[in-house]
């Protein structure tokens, strides 16, 4: 038995293999059981530089073959430790010390010897297990220099591949060594026992036996064959001092209060106030008959008023009467007009795409995506399952290992073996391609990193957890990882913990809750044929999905989608909602046809009813819409769902309106003596018609104006409304009132409507026609709302809803969460549910950089990398110190590096890189997988101070090389995609954490952007780098959530931009009539804020949909505000009391009637759609647009009107009406003295001479 005393070896020199080892990475060579004496080495230096003593003195237990054999074993285990020079050179330190010590004997003691007989027949007596004695500090000073070194290429850490089952969080140094002893880890010979002794711990220890204690260089040590320190990435104790991030900024407070409350507060105090103080400086003066101006005290601007008025009514009127008097032939030019218009249609252009809807070309967003993908490949197609077993109950599995362990219920061989089942059925797809003219499948279409030019089917990624045993059955419940399972997928990559299983807690696997099977294809542009066979792929992915939901011997709950399935669930759900749509407008018609008749007896009513009225109303709103989209479709702009949804809806509304106020006026006015059917349908359009232009070019206008919007979706939207308005009006003015005069003929003539031929005897009373309405609201309402009490009530009310609204709009969320643009009981809600409970990480970030950096220099790797050498702030390891932050950064693993690959497949260390040295490719590359015997020059020597880096030529000749090399476990380094790098453009792939919610989506992306903004300023201080250098982030779904940073902003432009002409039109069109032009704008202004503060209320988010129909609600709003204000202001009551009485009663009850009872019930029918978007956006905030918007027109502003009215027209328009009413002989009470106002002749002269005035003006 070998004693164990110093300068003698326990074995030496190779006699065989290991017989008890079968597979291995190397040949398990075994030493020679040989007690001896050490022997004088020469060569030691090379591979074991810690035990040369210098030239005639270093002596050693180890053989020639010995060492050799060494060096190949350490180059495999060096090739994941070799970011960190002093770990590669404590792991060596170790095997050389076990292998080659002069002291072998006081070290190790065999255990365990056995027989081999050679080739010759001889027999010889092999160490196959020995004892390694270590002392802790040794043994623990090795293991930390080690711990936290990285593989870049999966975002974990080496030491997880060299600790067995127990990965990087539960190893220890115990469990290290344990597995580099473990004979069946493919690199080991043979067993190695390693005792770790604490100082002074004699137990257990032979005698003579001196547990080794040399000293364990630190990460942040440099080493004595000049190799640098470890970089922060792989050291922490390397880290220079990073300050944390500042924290978030606290809430906006006054006096501890939230601030927003304060101001709210406060602005309530001051209005409520100041019209306190109006109503006692101004007692009462607006209840008693205004003062007569006198001629020579009308203004200009009261002149100019007078002007517009009478221009645009006599004007008018002789239009109507034009087109009532040819309504054939009005109303076939008109659908001539239209008919030209709509051949559009034939063109249109349909935007489904979320892209091309949400993000502008010219967005940072779309920038950015557009270069990835023009550099790169776009990101890639994801067809996903997650699955969970909630009926399987966990159990405990008693581990030779680990003892008893909590396994979750979907742990288990029968499970995995089913979805095994699955993913082969999936991948086994077939299906006849008329693009290819062939039969497609799978690999066709698949993402196949590491064989993108003609993959098989092993070689499409697919990512699962029976990937991690290379899809065997026989290999899904083995104890110990076999060697020829890598670990690796059977497509060649890693299997990531996060895409294979989910639900678990730090790295706590065995406890999973889901199990996790990915597919994930090319993503082809739309115009690839290849991309109708990936959908086609998909929808056969999705058949076999539901199908296998669908059968009874399923032992899964799971959720699942396609990368087609938000489409195809979009599109799905638009379709079966558009019956709810033609439900809605049905209701619409059904009322206007029914509210437009007289019904003056039982026995006219079908004379007097205005269902064909209706229907062309009707009809002239859907004209108006096909005209205006044909239009765009003729010049090219795209079209979408949410124009066909909103457009009609909008103009309905309008045309709506302006249909009940020109049909109740005419039916409300008694045609005169003389005057023909023509003459009386033209007096009628000159006085409404006005009204109708103020409106309509108002929200024409708005909407035009609403398209400098930078969303594709808001700008087409705002487009087709505009142009649609103006189309509606026009096609009123012109179709609208030739089809009223043809049922005007119709009736008087008493000929029922439907069926002409049928007359009735009974007679049509000519008299004015008030209907309920009307008078309802003259004798009840009108009085309630503008008694005194009541209006001091509505003001200080209306004030309090606008500062709690002005409050709650601070408080709005913005953005919209993808899960609202499904239908509700849509599959694609529970994935969503899975994935934000069962994922662990979220989207891939990659790091872009652009052209104008040169990778190629030693400063600029230095300015990427983050192994040793590497700068401390380069743009890695700012990544890194990122992820330490994940609540603030939203970054949850790093990002790897093809730079760092590169260096360390560079590394003669390693075996990735040396050239053939015979044959006829002497002086090329030679793969990892090649004889070494071949292959015997490096490409790289190692460099005096350890950190390697190649010059130019070095970098750009060995670059592709490294591109091209398939990674496999003698190489592990070599990347095999050339699509993923360049050094003009290049990508560093991260990982966020898991976002859950627009609001994470957006804050990631903003801090991301940050991040890479303070990379770009760094890496532009290094010489040579382009000025206009950057780095940007890019993540698929950027070009969604990008306008959610700037959409408050945009919001404020585009509503400003549509409040702006409903103030300039009123003012414009009432002849600069100011003052009119404020109130209407404040009423607007009052709508939309206390809109967004009602969205906070209901949970509707601010987003670009969202910001459509506020778009649209200053549109309604100017129908619910614009007519009553020039109503008032063109009254000729005494008092503005009285004015807005009248207003409030006549115009009104057209208001209410047309507006606001025509929206309604259509929007009642959308709370039965399927859609949430419908729901969400379109029923709850239409029908708040249309409450708020009616409870301000018809009860705060008239009240504000009697407060704060205009006056300045009053004798003017109240002298014209008393000229009027003696021409007619009727009766009325004329207060002004004739002293004060124009006499007759006087007043027409003037009133002609300011019309001829201001002509040019207007």
Known sequence: ?????????????????????????????????????????????????????????????????????????????????????????????????????????????????????????????????????????????????????????????????????????LCTAQRWYDFQGDSSNGLAPLDIDFRLIKDGDTEGVPTGVIPYNGRALKCNETTPSGGQVCSCQDCQESCPSVPSPPPPPSPFTIFEIDGFLFISLILFSVLVFAFLLYLCVACNCNDVTQKIVHPSEVTFAEKNSLAAQAFLSAGFQRWGTLMATYPLTVLLLSAGVVVVFSAGLKSIELTTDPVELWSAPNSRARQEKDFHDMHFNP??????????????????????????????????????????????????????????????????????????????????????????????????????????????????????????????????????????????????????????????????????????????????????????????????????????????YAVIFVYIAVALGEY?????????????????????????????????????????????????????????????????????????????????IGRVLGNVAPSMLLCSLSESVCFFLGALSTMPAVKTFALYAALAVLMDFILQMTAFVALLSLDARRQDNNRCELICCVTVSTQRPYKRNEGFLLPFMRKYYAPFLLHSYTRITVMVLFIFLFCACLFLMFNVKVGLDQELAMPQGSYMLDYFHYLYKYFEVGVPVYFVTKRGFNFTTVEGMNAVCSSVGCDQFSLTQKIQYATEYPDRSYLAIPANSWVDDFIDWLNPGSKCCRLYTIGPNTGKFCPANQSSLLCLRKCMSIPADGVLRPDGEQFNRFLPDFLGNRPDLQCPKGHHNKNNILTASSRFMAYHTTLTNSQEFTAALQMTRELAYNITMG????????????????????????????????????????????????????????????????????????????????????????????????????????????????????????????????????????????????????????????????????????????????????????YLGTHFIFCIMQRRAFNSSKVHNRKLEFPCSPRTCYTADHFHYNFYNITLGTTFLL
């Open 1019 to 1202: 890496m532009r201080n290094i010489s040579g780098t382009s000025p206009d250098f950057e780095v940007f982030p890019y993540t698929v779904t950027n070009t969604f959530y990008e306008q959610y940073l700037t959409i408050v902003p945009e919001g404020l432009f585009n509503i400003s931009m549509c409040l702006l002409p409903t103030f300039v039109v009123c003012c414009l069109l009432l002849g600069l009539d100011l003052w009119s032009g404020l109130l209407n704008l404040i009423t607007i202004i009052m709508i939309v804020v206390d809109t967004v503060g009602v969205m906070t209320l209901w949970g509707i988010d601010y987003n670009a949909v969202a910001l459509i129909n506020l778009v649209t609600a200053v549109g309604i709003s100017v129908e619910f505000v614009s007519h009553l204000t020039r109503s008032f202001a063109l009254s000729i009551k005494p008092t503005h009391v009285e004015r807005a009485m009248e207003a409030t009663a006549n115009m009104g009850s057209a208001v209410f009637a047309g507006v606001a009872m025509t929206n309604l019930p259509g929007i009642m029918v959308l709370a039965f759609a399927k859609a949430q978007l419908i729901q969400i956006f379109f029923f709850r905030l239409n029908l708040v647009i249309t409450l708020l918007g009616m409870v301000h027109g018809l009860i705060f502003l008239p009240v504000l009107l009697s």
């Open 379 to 584: 990101f890639f197609r994801t067809n996903q399952l997650i699955l969970t077993a909630p009926d399987r109950k966990g159990y405990i599995y008693d581990s030779l290992l680990f003892g008893q362990q909590n396994f979750s219920g979907i742990i288990s061989k029968d499970l995995i073996i089913e979805l095994l089942e699955l993913q082969t059925r999936i991948l086994n797809i077939t299906f006849w391609s008329e693009d290819l003219n062939r039969t497609a499948s799978l690999k066709d279409v698949c993402y196949a990193p590491l064989n993108p030019s003609n993959p098989t089917l092993t070689d499409c990624a697919v990512n699962s957890l029976p990937q991690y045993f290379q899809n065997r059955l026989t290999k899904s419940h083995s104890h110990i990882t076999d060697l020829d399972m890598s670990c690796m997928a059977d497509y060649g990559a890693p299997v990531f913990s996060f895409l294979a299983v989910g639900g678990y807690k730090n790295e706590d696997y065995t406890n999973a809750e889901a199990l996790i099977m990915t597919f994930s294809l090319n993503n082809y542009p739309r115009n690839n044929p290849k991309f109708k066979v990936a959908m086609e792929w998909e929808k056969e992915f999705l058949k076999i999905v539901q199908d296998y939901q669908k059968s009874p011997d399923t032992n899964f709950t799971f959720a699942y989608m396609a990368e087609r399935s938000l489409e195809d669930e979009i599109n799905r759900t638009t379709a079966e909602d558009i019956p709810i749509f033609m439900i809605s």
């Open 1 to 169: 038995e070998a004693q164990h005393e110093p300068g003698y070896c326990a074995f030496y020199d190779e006699c065989g293999r290991n017989p008890s080892v079968g597979e291995s990475l190397i040949p398990p060579l075994v030493p020679c059981l040989n007690y001896s004496r050490a022997r004088l080495h020469v060569l030691l230096l090379q591979v074991c530089p810690m035990l040369d003593q210098g030239e005639g003195n270093t002596f050693a237990c180890c053989s020639l073959k010995q060492l050799s054999s060494l060096e190949t074993s350490l180059t495999l285990s060096k090739a994941v430790l070799v970011r960190c020079p002093s770990c590669a050179e404590n792991f060596a330190h170790l095997h050389c010390i076990n292998t080659c010590s002069p002291n072998q004997t006081q070290t190790v003691k065999v255990t365990k010897v056995t027989n081999i007989t050679n080739s010759l027949n001889n027999t010889k007596e092999v160490v196959v297990g020995y004892q390694a004695f270590l002392n802790t500090n040794f043994a623990d000073g090795a293991f930390k220099s080690c711990e936290n070194v990285r593989i870049p290429a999966t975002g974990g850490f080496a030491i997880a591949t060299m600790c067995g089952r127990y990965g990087a969080k």
């Open 600 to 680: 003056s007896s039982c026995k006219r009513i079908l004379v007097d009813s205005k269902f064909l009225v209706g229907l062309g109303g009707i009809l002239v709103v859907g004209c108006s819409v096909l005209a205006s989209m044909g239009f765009y479709s003729w010049i090219g702009v795209p079209s979408s769902l949410v124009i066909l949804q909103v457009v009609p809806f909008l103009v309905l509304a309008v045309g709506a309106d302006n249909i009940f106020i020109f049909v109740l006026e005419y039916q409300r006015d008694v045609r005169r003596p003389g005057e023909t059917r023509e003459q009386h």
